[in-house]
């Protein structure tokens, strides 16, 4: 057993299993050694082992009778068990086997006698041997190298169990990983937008509140977790609440509305939308309120319409008018002022650049 190994053709997808296996946690190894040990006792041998087949070596994850931890793959007896047909080999004598006598487990540890399987994960990609020796010739009959095969089949179930688990454990860290993220994202999203965003479930205790929620009520947003809606805000904005969410109730879905509410001394002018919150099973968990504070929105608008009567005015005295052109559609909008000089109607104020055009030029 000289020369190089015979690699698999499912290499690397056995390499990667293996990898796995050997990040499992160390605390598993006490389990293998446990039904090595079972092995050696029940047929009655001075050395058992479990090994597992890495990219250049043999490595024993299980081993005794044996002062080794680990052996060159090409030099290993159990590569040999590599190769279909992944059936079990038995050696009476590996002195006189031309593919195992001169491997160093016979020439310097005395071994003669070999059996083994080998261990197959995830359908059939041999990933490691469970195997016994001995120190003198032996025979195994038919009932014993099936019993090895039953062995080896038993173990490998278990580690399949234990690849599995950890595989599944792995999947929910990443998910856990994602999930934190995505709630990491949405904590920013929620904290940086100036609307108040808040949650509650069926008790009214609050569930979520975000920055600006908890700077209107004078509170960190941690600690309003868990408290109830009526300890924290003023009866007005209960009552304007609770008549929301019986609309809601009623409609069976989202409500907004529009309020007015003096606290202090300031009235704030406020847009509030009332959605329910449901489970994954469709069921009612309890309610999400956004609330925008329109006050300075209101406060310009009104400006706004000032303004535009204030022109209104002055082109009715005047004879004035103006207007605009959108470069990109070629719309032109005139203001009522214009139409009139222009002799359009003054509802028809919006229309093609070269419609007015025509009609200035007409």
């Given at each position: 057993?000289?020369?190089?190994?015979?690699?698999?053709?499912?290499?690397?997808?056995?390499?990667?299993l293996v990898h796995e296996l050997l990040q499992l946690d160390t605390r598993d190894d006490a389990i293998y050694r446990r039904k090595v040990d079972i092995l050696?006792?029940?047929?009655?041998?001075?050395?058992?082992?479990?090994?597992?087949?890495?990219?250049?070596?043999?490595?024993?994850?299980?081993v005794h009778g044996l002062p080794l931890a680990a052996?060159?793959?090409?030099?290993?007896?159990?590569?040999?068990?590599?190769?279909p047909p992944f059936a079990p080999l038995v050696l009476t004598d590996a002195r006189d086997d031309p593919r195992a006598c001169s491997s160093p487990l016979v020439t310097q540890h005395g071994v003669r006698f070999y059996a083994g399987v080998p261990l197959l994960?995830?359908?059939?990609?041999?990933?490691?041997?469970?195997?016994?020796?001995?120190?003198?010739?032996?025979?195994?009959?038919?009932a014993q190298t099936a019993l090895l095969a039953d062995f080896g089949a038993q173990l490998a179930a278990t580690m399949q169990a234990m690849l599995d688990a950890q595989r599944l454990l792995h999947k929910a860290r990443q998910q856990e990983a994602e999930l934190a993220r995505e709630r990491a994202l949405l904590?920013?999203?929620?904290?940086?937008?100036?609307s108040l965003i808040a949650a509650v479930d069926a008790d009214g205790r609050f569930t979520l509140a975000n920055a600006a929620f908890a700077r209107m009520v004078g509170s960190p947003a941690q600690e309003l977790i868990g408290r109830r809606l009526d300890a924290v805000t003023p009866p007005q904005v209960q009552a304007a609440y609770a008549a929301?969410?019986?609309?809601?109730?009623?409609?069976?879905?989202?409500?907004?509305?529009?309020?007015?509410?003096?606290?202090?001394?300031?009235?704030?002018?406020?847009l509030v939308?009332?959605?329910?919150?449901?489970?994954?099973q469709g069921r009612a968990q309890g309610v999400v309120s956004v609330v925008q504070d329109m006050t300075e929105f209101d406060a310009i608008s009104a400006d706004l319409e000032k303004l535009q009567d204030i022109q209104r005015r002055g082109e009715a005295f005047t004879q004035q008018g103006t207007w605009s052109l959108d470069l990109d559609s070629g719309v032109m909008t005139i203001s009522e002022g214009f139409a009139r000089l222009l002799g359009f109607d003054p509802g028809q104020r919006t229309r093609a650049a070269a419609a007015s055009r025509r009609g200035i030029r007409s």
């Open positions: 057993m000289n020369g190089p190994a015979v690699e698999p053709a499912d290499e690397p997808q056995r390499l990667r050696r006792r029940v047929f009655a041998v001075p050395i058992a082992l479990l090994a597992l087949t890495t990219e250049r070596e043999q490595r024993f994850i299980a052996m060159p793959r090409e030099r290993a007896i159990c590569s040999l068990l590599q190769q994960l995830d359908g059939a990609h041999p990933v490691g041997t469970l195997c016994i020796m001995d120190t003198a010739p032996r025979r195994l009959d038919a904590r920013t999203v929620i904290d940086g937008t100036p929301l969410r019986q609309r809601m109730q009623q409609r069976g879905g989202a409500v907004k509305d529009r309020l007015s509410l003096t606290l202090g001394e300031r009235t704030w002018k406020l939308t009332l959605a329910p919150l449901h489970d994954g």
